[in-house]
């Protein structure tokens, strides 16, 4: 405490102040370095993985709608030739019946 007090009535108030805030920046700048940036970037590897994981999720939603519609569409496709081989065979059976002739 003395020493602050002879350096202040040596240097003057200002410089002692000026040199006990750059302390303290260095104090806070050593602090931040040592102690928040490795649980910072620990954070940043989590939020990458998770935006990996989340990329992943969202490209297999994709192929799966995908997958999906392309059975639908099959599905229709083949609702659509049972229906025309049925409207067919009941034109042949018709046909065979003589309902269908020209007159």
Known sequence: MENII???SKYGF???AACGLGYFVFYIWKWVTKEIKPVID???QIVINLIDKVRMLDNDMI??????NLILEEEEKKDKEKISIVVEKKIMKNDKKGVNKKV
Not at 63 to 68: P, S
């Open 6 to 8: 002879e350096g202040i």
């Open 63 to 68: 192929r799966l709608m995908t997958k999906i």
């Open 42 to 44: 620990d954070a940043m």
């Open 14 to 16: 200002p410089i002692m």
